[in-house]
């Protein structure tokens, strides 16, 4: 199966049922309108959409119907980050990570998780 890439609208909906699971398009769009105005029309467009491309599935069964991710979190993120390495970072993962660190104040907890995993990296 080939990669979907999903919109930055579908993202968001995938963080939602990546994090709560199954939802309903209400539950999805009432979530969405915690953090900015959408309309539930056009949250139903969008799963509608993403239904077809593969990106969720749906459960018809019912009067309300369900939907939940069918791609993976970590498959989407890979498939992502691959991508921003390759087009914006030339392909180099240590400009990518040297970028981050500098954008992002990076807590104690996340440096020493940081070391250990280079530590790894190196063994």
């Not at 919109?7 to 939802?23: D, F, H, P, R, Y």
């Not at 077809?52 to 939907?67: C, F, M, P, Q, W």
């Not at 392909?91 to 790894?120: H, P, T």
Request: hydrophobic letters at 35%.
């Amino acid at each position: 199966m080939s990669y979907i890439k999903p919109t930055e609208s579908e993202l968001e909906i995938l963080q939602i049922l990546w994090e709560k699971g199954a939802c309903s398009v209400r539950e999805v769009n009432e979530i969405l309108n915690q953090t900015r105005e959408s309309g539930y029309t056009t949250t139903l467009k969008i799963m509608q959409i993403m239904h077809e491309k593969g990106l969720v599935d749906r459960d018809s069964s019912a009067r309300t119907h369900i939907y939940q991710a069918k791609v993976s979190q970590e498959t989407t993120q890979k498939h992502m980050l691959d991508k921003m390495i390759d087009n914006v970072f030339n392909g180099s993962a240590a400009r990518l990570v040297m970028q981050a660190l500098g954008n992002k104040k990076a807590s104690a907890a996340e440096i020493e998780e940081i070391k250990k995993y280079l530590d790894n990296l190196e063994n």
